[in-house]
């Protein structure tokens, strides 16, 4: 079983920064794509971010130029460093992580709530 613990979510206020980690364990060989979802109050889940296991990345266009996800391999870890946040992105955030031969997890996500 893999496990998807996400971390760093919390108050802040509008033009500031947060670093949220996921970090993924249990038996797991490895992992390709892992990714960043939001969702907002009575809104769809949304995709906003993305890295390959070789460190391509994609992002949406809401955030591109302010967020920036990244991953360690080896401690089998993605990270989201918000700047210049903005009540729009107000959201619970969850990480998704492909692995090789077992499918996608999940995290339980974490509150992220930009406000003055």
């Known amino acids: 079983q893999v496990q998807l613990v996400e971390s760093g979510g919390g108050l802040v206020q509008p033009g500031g920064s947060l670093k949220l980690s996921c970090a993924a364990s249990?038996?797991?060989?490895?992992?390709?794509?892992m990714v960043w979802y939001r969702q907002a109050p009575g809104k769809q889940r949304e995709l906003f971010a993305a890295i390959t296991s070789r460190g391509s990345t994609n992002y949406a266009d809401s955030v591109k130029g302010r967020f920036t996800i990244s991953r360690d391999n080896a401690k089998n870890t993605v990270y989201l460093q918000m700047n210049n946040l903005k009540p729009e992105d107000t959201a619970v955030y969850f990480c998704?992580?492909?692995?090789?031969?077992?499918?996608?997890?999940w995290g339980q996500g974490t509150q992220v709530t930009v406000s003055s």
């Open positions: 998704n992580a492909n692995v090789i031969l077992m499918g996608d997890y």
């Open positions: 249990g038996r797991l060989f490895s992992i390709n794509a």
